[in-house]
């Protein structure tokens, strides 16, 4: 099996997941890692068996045996590695939120447009098997015209205290329910109207309610709550209601097979999104979709589960939502950007 020579940049902990379960995908060679502190580049590429060491992606990004990478920093920074990487002839993986504008997303999409390399943003909800089976349901039938879905994503105090300070809930998670909404409706959103709540003073509120209305008249609820009870037992509270005109379909990671109760309370290892099969190596959707962008890279066939056009609807809906919280007005979507 041929093996795709590919690149990380950015090395925090979601950019060392990446490496986790690329390490465990029989078509992927890390190749090449870039982060700018020197100490945990050196720690990563020790792990990951990888001897193209950079500091400075412009350099890592002209050498012609590298073939993609994923791009894993910061939302706000997403925008400069990412066109230089297409520019570069390479195939990109970029994580969600696509950018921190509407402007810089289709800046994005227009670059992707013109390349003959693949660009795939990592909307990992859409690789959830649950999501999938849905998505199917939806696709054959089953429960007529959308009317109504309400999502729920909400992770506990302590993730929120570690994430607040960079980002904001309704951009942070709620876009991943937001392209959920897109994907099975097929509609496009029109209007936002949300509101935020900020309980314990961080950069970003800790709470994001959003309602959506679709050109199909449907009407969507995403509730992104930031700061649930540490102790909970659950990570995240997961839930969507979806309501047609012949039916409905609900769906709930809440309460998954799996619990562990020590002497500090329950919590449930996550099982779906990025699990740990073996020591530095992990599974699930995360590695699911980073195996599909690979088999497309590998077949020669555009990836098609999530388009760039796709990725950039999702943010400028939720972009909208954050402008709708922060003047307490409706705000039309088209009209963002």
């Known amino acids: ?94 994580e969600k939120p696509m950018a921190s504008t509407v402007a810089d997303s289709r800046a994005m999409v227009a670059a992707a447009q013109a390349s003959d390399k693949y660009f795939m943003v990592g909307h990992i909800v859409r690789f959830n098997p649950r999501y999938a089976a849905v998505k199917r349901e939806i696709a054959a039938g089953k429960i007529g015209k959308i009317v109504s879905i309400y999502a729920r994503r909400n992770v506990p105090v302590s993730i929120g205290a570690a994430v607040l300070p960079k980002i904001g809930p309704i951009i942070g998670d709620g876009v991943h329910d937001t392209d959920i909404m897109l994907w099975y409706t097929g509609a496009k959103i029109e209007t936002a109207y949300a509101q935020t709540l900020n309980v314990h003073g961080h950069t970003y509120p800790d709470i994001g309610w959003t309602m959506y209305r679709f050109d199909t008249g449907a009407i969507g609820v995403c509730e992104n709550v930031w700061c649930m009870p540490d102790h909970k037992g659950y990570f995240p509270d997961e839930r969507m209601e979806i309501i047609g005109t012949e039916g409905g379909v609900y769906l709930q990671e809440t309460y998954p097979a799996l619990a562990v109760v020590d002497k500090n309370g329950a919590y449930t290892p996550d099982p779906t999104y990025w699990p740990e099969l073996r020591p530095g190596v992990r599974g699930g959707a995360l590695a699911d979709e980073l195996n599909y962008f690979l088999t497309c890279i590998v077949d020669g066939t555009p990836p098609t589960i999530i388009t760039p056009e796709e990725s950039l609807a999702a943010v400028q809906a939720c972009l909208a939502a954050e402008h709708s919280a922060a003047t307490g007005q409706i705000v039309r979507v088209a009209d963002l950007g």
């Open 1 to 94: 099996m041929r093996k795709v020579k590919y690149g990380i940049i950015g090395l925090g902990w979601f950019g060392e997941y990446h490496g986790e379960a690329l390490a465990g995908l029989p078509n992927a060679e890390i190749y090449a890692l870039c982060t700018r502190t020197e100490s945990r580049l050196h720690e990563l590429g020790q792990k990951f068996g990888a001897t193209k060491l950079y500091t400075d992606y412009e350099e890592m990004l002209a050498d012609p045996e590298l073939e993609a990478v994923s791009i894993t920093t910061m939302w706000d920074q997403h925008t400069a590695p990412t066109l230089a990487a297409i520019q570069a002839g390479k195939h990109v993986f970029l």
